[in-house]
């Protein structure tokens, strides 16, 4: 009876934040109504940053078709499952958790920590900014070249697969950076995102880049090969459907640890207006 | 003022140079690779002109794009106006104060750098008087075509008020042709031509190029001769764009 109960209640706060949510995005989609200006160069920029990605990987392709056992095509598909990792992240969360520094500095934070939600949901997803999910538009487009390049020896199934692991992926990043953004909490302005940054940017490229021994710790001590590699080679069919479940199973580790580490910075918070 | 400021904050910077070193060691491998699959670059000029690319880049950055905006955004900009001096003269000190403060917190970074190229016979900058000289020349030349660029772009605050995607934008386009993401000895015909014909080239990849020593002599003037007339065009540009742009000034402070 009391599991039902538990149930139903999760059920509900599950409705509940998600209802929540749909508010956020609709007043994000309203915000950009009023800034046309910036919704037109955010198309422009999306060109670009393909441009840039493609113009990019041909160098360093060079006449090579291989680079670190990886095909051009490959390559793409990993780059644009990180353009779609990073600009979602970025229109969903990350930028929430850049201006979380602000806040705790103007003592906003209190504000969040008075409403009635999860402090950590509310100070991630607080806001929605409909012109970074317009840039993840150029992960769209790698991830479909990709498709298109190899339609032939391509699996469906695969294919299905490894969107579940990009959504896996998603749930990677976003632990990772609300690891790093809680210490904003009890100690502000301590440039540790740009190390989250940073760290987040090797997965632009497959992990095999780094040579086997680095590879063993980003598949290990720190899973960033989860983000964008394991999807891709999930895709290709190289790796085995249980990577998926791996990556949940990491994902929801690393989202606790970060919840824990949320919520003991909240306990050393102290207010910039008291 | 601005050392005392950030000074504030030494966790943040410790944190800066822990992004800096693995920002460094990512682009070491990722085009160590590339010079190993192709074949057509050495590995050592590579690494040194990525380790050197992080140095410059500290040197020649200019962050009036951010902060520049943000006061005519708040309408900040007006006290600028009012002070007995030119506003430039405060935004050149807060980049050079900031510039000098990131190059400090960098060092360690290049020093491990150098560190590990010279191990791995892979740091090919040699010692030379003539070549770092001109180098320091290119990065004040360098310095000073981003500080007319961002300059300009922050002007566009006072027409434009949602100016994120713009700064974005500006970024990203200049990164790619500052030679920040490619390296110029990897394109060749009419893209490099293109390249070396913009003023980008010349706030990161020429003064590196100029460090390293591996440039010709004729192509040294040349490249100076592109960046001097560069600097002229965007300083006339910057007092023409500045004279119309602060008739519309409102102040509105959003």
């Known amino acids: ?274 | 003022m601005y050392f005392k400021k950030e000074f504030q904050y030494k966790g943040q910077m410790i944190a800066w140079i822990i992004a800096d070193i693995i920002k460094i060691i990512g682009l070491c491998f990722i085009w160590l690779m590339s010079a190993k699959v192709n074949g057509n670059v050495e590995q050592g000029y590579v690494v040194t002109y990525y380790i050197l690319i992080m140095l410059v880049s500290k040197l020649t950055s200019d962050y009036t794009v951010e902060h520049g905006v943000r006061n005519i955004l708040s309408g900040k900009f007006s006290n600028f106006l009012l002070k007995p001096c030119n506003y430039l003269l405060e935004y050149l000190g807060i980049n050079i104060g900031s510039n000098t403060l990131r190059v400090g917190l960098f060092l360690p970074a290049f020093i491990l750098g150098i560190i590990i190229g010279l191990k791995n016979n892979l740091w090919i900058m040699n010692l030379n008087i003539f070549s770092i000289m001109l180098g320091l020349v290119g990065i004040v030349i360098g310095f000073l075509i981003s500080f007319f660029v961002g300059n300009i772009i922050s002007l566009m605050a006072i027409k434009i008020k949602e100016m994120d995607s713009i700064r974005i934008f500006f970024y990203n386009i200049a990164s790619l042709l500052s030679g920040e993401f490619i390296p110029l000895v990897f394109l060749s015909g009419f893209i490099a031509r293109t390249f070396k014909l913009l003023p980008f080239r010349y706030t990161l990849s020429f003064p590196v190029e100029l460090f390293i020593g591996k440039i010709e002599k004729k192509e040294i003037l040349l490249g100076f001769l592109i960046a001097i007339i560069w600097l002229f065009v965007l300083f006339i540009t910057y007092k023409i764009i500045y004279k119309k742009a602060i008739e519309k000034y409102e102040a509105e402070g959003i």
Not at chain 1, 16 to 21: A, P
Not at chain 1, 24 to 39: A, E
Not at chain 1, 44 to 63: C, D, E, Y
Request: include cysteine; proline fraction near 2%; hydrophobic fraction near 50%.
């Open chain 1, 1 to 274: 009876m009391k599991q039902k109960e538990s149930k139903k209640h999760s059920k509900k706060t599950f409705c509940y934040y998600f209802r929540v949510w749909k508010q956020v995005v609709k007043g994000g989609i309203k915000r950009s109504y009023l800034y046309k200006t910036d919704i037109f160069v955010r198309f422009l920029r999306t060109l670009l940053v393909v441009g840039i990605q493609i113009a990019l990987l041909n160098v360093l392709f060079g006449k090579s078709e291989m680079y670190a056992g990886w095909s051009r095509s490959q390559t793409y598909l990993v780059i644009g499952i990180w353009n779609v990792l990073n600009y979602i992240g970025w229109s969903l969360f990350s930028t929430n958790l850049l201006y979380l520094e602000s806040k705790v500095i103007e003592g906003k934070f209190d504000y969040i920590l008075l409403k009635p939600l999860s402090s950590s949901f509310y100070a991630s997803f607080s806001d929605f900014f409909i012109t970074n999910f317009i840039t993840a538009i150029s992960g769209f487009i790698l991830i479909f070249y990709y498709i298109i390049a190899e339609w032939g020896s391509i699996s469906f199934l695969n294919v299905l697969v490894g969107i579940v692991a990009i959504c896996v992926a998603l749930l990677i990043w976003y632990a990772i950076y609300l690891f790093f953004a809680s210490f904003t909490i009890s100690n502000p302005r301590n440039g540790i995102l740009s190390i989250a940054k940073e760290l987040l940017g090797l997965t632009k490229y497959p992990i095999d880049v780094f040579g086997s021994s680095l590879s063993v710790v980003f598949y290990t001590a720190i899973p960033i090969a989860f983000l964008t590699t394991v999807p891709a080679n999930i895709m290709i069919g190289r790796f085995s459907y249980g990577f998926v479940l791996v990556g949940l199973v990491i994902g929801i580790i690393l989202l606790v640890i970060s919840k824990l580490v949320w919520n003991m910075n909240v306990k050393r918070y102290s207010s910039a207006s008291s």
